[in-house]
């Protein structure tokens, strides 16, 4: 993987994540002001992720973001009056002031769907997004995003088995940012990655350093050129941290302070700013005018946003149904007779050597399961049943499965008899585990002293 960016390229990274950054802390000065109707969702420590990833795509390209990617919107070409005058619901909204946050999208021009709140949908539409484009022979590459917490979700599983069966030319960026919410990642999976999750469905996926825009970019254009080469799909797990709470309401106190400060030494902007710096990118007067022309484009935008009117109540109900104000018909974009039987029927050619059968390898030993009757000793089998012996069968230790392996730097650690995972914080009067620690510790009633009551 050597994708290997301009100059000009490298400032525009720059510059597409300090906007995302200060445009965002201009919504939360808003919603302090409450001139915000809706939430803010901030993404700050993970706007490298976004706008890497994004920046891998081409035009002709999709994505579906979610609430944390206002700067992959922005790299798709949306404007911050769009993000400002959304989040203040105003009339002139890409919704039209129909709602308050980053629900919105642009099919026609910038190939963007909208954001589903219900984690993990988003998965099975874009993969039919991307087979939609196979079936146009359009060779588009469809991209979106879910957090640790949302790959525990059913449609999250189920879209990217979808997508592994059908071979679907899906980039699933999974943003580790180490809290669901208020859930560590310890508390939601056993796994020190969760891009192994993509072995369960047979296809390729790659860890990746989320505060590295230029490794998050290099990973993304890799996964996106194998898609399009129809080596789809492809799962990126980006590990950074979420710094801060799930949305501005939320303080975050359930977050180790040391655990901040870890992270907020590994800001995404300022680790960039010194690569552009120490391979002569750039100097002080090119950063100063780049962040000369982000701070007057959001002046501009800001004070279009501040002034746009509130939608009239009467266009409420508009939208909401057709009552015959467009044509709904369908919009070929190939001949309809090749897309329309006989010429669209296929065989069924999907054939495998030994039609599923558990055959084992020449020299492997035969395991085969024997039923009750084969497995009882003969004696006991061929005798009445009032001469069998009724002797208890002597107690045999059962076998102890195998323990689970996790990988480390000197190698590979038994972890089967590791303690249970443990919150980093206080333990709540709804600890379960904590509970049963407490009565594991009580003595059993018979092993209790026996004190003889007075008379």
Known sequence: MNHQLSRERHLELYYFMQLNRQLEERLVRLFRQNKIVGGVYSSLGQEAISVGTAYALEPRDWLAPMIRNIGTLLVKGFKPRDIFTQH???ATSPTHGKDGTSHFGDLKKLHVVSPISMLGDLIPVMAGVGMAGRYLRQKIVAMTWIGDGGSSTGAFHEGLNFAAVQRAPLVLILENNQWAYSTPVSRQAPLKNFADRA????????????NDVVAVHEVAKYAVDECRSGRGPILIEAQTMRMKGHA???????VPKDMFEFW??????????????????????????????????????????????????????QGVYCEGCH?????????KEQVMPPAASVQAVWKIADFGAAIMPSGAPNRQVQSESQSKPAQNRQQPPHQRSTRPAPHRPAERPPAVAASGEDGVHD???????????????KDRAYEREQ??????????????RRR
């Open 264 to 317: 907020k030494a590994r800001d995404p902007i300022p680790l960039y700013e010194k690569y552009l710096t120490e391979r002569g990118l750039w100097d002080a007067k090119t950063k100063a005018e780049i962040d000369a022309r982000i701070e007057r484009e959001l002046d501009e935008d800001q004070k279009f946003a501040e002034e746009s009117p509130l939608p009239d109540p009467q266009t409420a109900k």
């Open 439 to 452: 009565q594991q510790s009580r003595p059993a009633k018979h092993d209790r002293p026996h004190r003889r």
């Open 248 to 254: 501005q309401h939320d303080p975050a106190e359930y």
């Open 88 to 90: 203040m619901a105003k």
């Open 199 to 210: 072995l369960a469905y047979g296809i390729k996926s790659r860890v990746v350093d989320g």
């Open 415 to 429: 972890v089967s008899e590791a303690p249970p995972l443990r919150v980093p914080f206080g333990r709540g009067p």
């Open 327 to 335: 044509t709904i018909q369908a919009d070929w974009q190939r001949p």
